[in-house]
């Protein structure tokens, strides 16, 4: 096993851009998950992938949009940058949902400047 | 709305001792419950978990307590040693499909040697 490992690990963007978050999922891993996870708090769910159809999703703007490839690597892509997306982004994978157990990639830490 | 709220925000304990986190829950239609450890620059990782058809689990020197009627969960940390000092989150899911995790704001215990 190999775990699930996020790139890059540090980031630093302006307001208004766009940037691209990347997850590489657990081995036998189907379903992936992102988390935002602002400075002193508990993560929130963005989104779910199945098998790279979206199958849920949390209370956050269509600006953040994702993908799950075939390998069940997976993309987060957030638009148009606001100062309050500055956060951990956690992404996690499971074999078949979150009451499998999730494994957590060690995230990617997002300042928006 | 908070929908799973832990308390308290932070602890000291004193190596040897016992902690104690408290979680409380709105939504009866939560029936997974698992319990998440997260050191500095790590994602959580999952500890131990809790389905609602019993009201206590217990892995090594961590235990959860469950009490359906009262919508509250806690965890207890036996014999806390300065390696458990972290941040540790509660967490609660329903059974549907793409269900997310529903995540406390945390608690980090600090361990005194």
């Known amino acids: 096993e190999t775990g699930v490992t996020q790139s890059p690990t540090h980031l630093i963007k302006t307001r208004g851009q766009q940037v691209t978050l990347r997850c590489s999922s657990q081995s036998g891993h189907n379903t992936v998950s992102w988390y935002q996870q602002a400075l002193g708090q508990g993560p929130q769910f963005i989104f779910q992938?199945?098998?790279?159809?979206?199958?849920g999703r949390g209370n956050f703007p269509p600006r953040f949009s994702g993908l799950q490839f075939p390998n069940y690597s997976s993309e987060l892509n957030v638009n148009a940058l606001e100062l309050d997306d500055s956060a951990l982004y956690l992404c996690a994978s499971s074999p078949l949902g979150v009451r499998y157990g999730y494994t957590f990639g060690s995230g990617t830490r997002l300042t928006v400047v | 709305q908070q929908q799973v709220k832990q308390s308290p925000q932070s602890l000291i304990v004193q190596k040897g001792g016992i902690s104690i986190i408290n979680c409380a829950y709105e939504n009866t239609a939560f029936d997974y419950f698992p319990w998440y450890q997260q050191f500095p620059g790590k994602g959580p990782a999952l500890l131990i978990a809790i389905r609602p058809d019993v009201s206590e689990k217990k892995e090594g020197r961590f235990t959860i307590s469950f009490n359906k009627s009262a919508k509250q969960f806690s965890l207890h940390i036996m014999d806390s040693q300065p390696g458990d000092s972290a941040t540790y989150f509660c967490?609660?899911?329903?059974?549907?499909?793409?269900?997310?995790?529903?995540f406390g704001k945390g608690t980090t215990l600090s361990v005194s040697s």
């Open positions: 992938y199945y098998r790279e159809e979206e199958n």
């Open positions: 967490a609660a899911s329903m059974n549907q499909a793409g269900t997310a995790l529903i």
